[in-house]
């Protein structure tokens, strides 16, 4: 069975400090990996997919990245516009359907 | 305009009621998905539909059934609603008509369902 775990649970950061998320995978064959911020009572806004290690993607102050084992979110000078909770999920070959991890809070402070 | 949109955003409903959620696309997708998402537990898959022929039940269908009855309406029904299905409810789609290497789904702004 898939499993996709997120550290940490919550992440308060001052305006511009940087920092990571960390989604941990347990796939049987990846087919591909996903980020998504969610806001307060919104769905989730797709950000990035990630397909093979070694992958690496950009928008704004996010980079996504990605390993065998884990992807990680790294926000670089964040602002305040940044908080919200950032889901990971992953695909497989086997069903296409997708497995989300719980999420990572994060409150960036002015 | 939004290219998912659920109908309604927020329900209030009793023990025992039969509700209908809808969601609607512009997309142009051909595969349909419901999810319900509670705190601490993450988004979790209800129902998904590859197309208009085509409903298959996800991890936690009990107590739920849908309705695939076009392209672009996929419908999520509580025959009797009991509180624990209390929860937030998201539509999604995605597009696997372009030779399938992408499996994002785009998700609508959800419905808030309390059942008291």
């Known amino acids: 069975e898939d499993q996709v775990t997120q550290s940490p649970e919550a992440l308060r950061l001052q305006e511009g400090e940087s920092s990571s998320l960390n989604c941990s995978y347990t796939?049987?064959?990846?087919?591909?990996l996903f980020w998504y911020r969610q806001d307060p009572g919104k769905g989730p806004e797709f950000l990035f997919t990630?397909?093979?290690a070694g992958e690496e993607k950009e928008k704004e102050r996010l980079k996504a990245t990605l390993t065998k084992k884990e992807s990680f979110l790294h926000i670089t000078a964040p602002k305040p516009e940044d908080s919200a909770t950032y889901l990971c999920?992953?695909?497989?070959?086997?069903?296409?359907?997708?497995?989300f991890g719980t999420g990572t809070r994060l409150t960036i402070i002015p | 305009d939004a290219d998912v949109t659920q109908t309604p955003r927020n329900r209030i409903t009793k023990t025992g009621k039969r509700i209908m959620l809808e969601c609607s696309q512009t997309?142009?997708?051909?595969?349909m998905y419901w999810y319900r998402q509670d705190p601490g537990l993450g988004l979790r898959l209800i129902y998904y539909s590859f197309d208009v022929k085509d409903i298959n039940k996800g991890e936690i269908s009990d107590g739920y059934s849908v309705s695939r009855q076009a392209q672009a309406k996929f419908s999520l029904s509580l025959e009797s609603a009991i509180p624990n299905q209390t929860a937030l409810y998201f539509c999604a789609t995605s597009d696997q008509t372009s030779g399938g290497s992408t499996d994002t789904q785009y998700f609508g702004p959800g419905t808030r369902l309390t059942v008291l």
């Open positions: 999920a992953t695909s497989n070959f086997g069903n296409e359907k997708l497995t």
């Open positions: 796939v049987s064959g990846l087919r591909g």
């Open positions: 990630l397909y093979s």
């Open positions: 997309k142009g997708h051909d595969r």
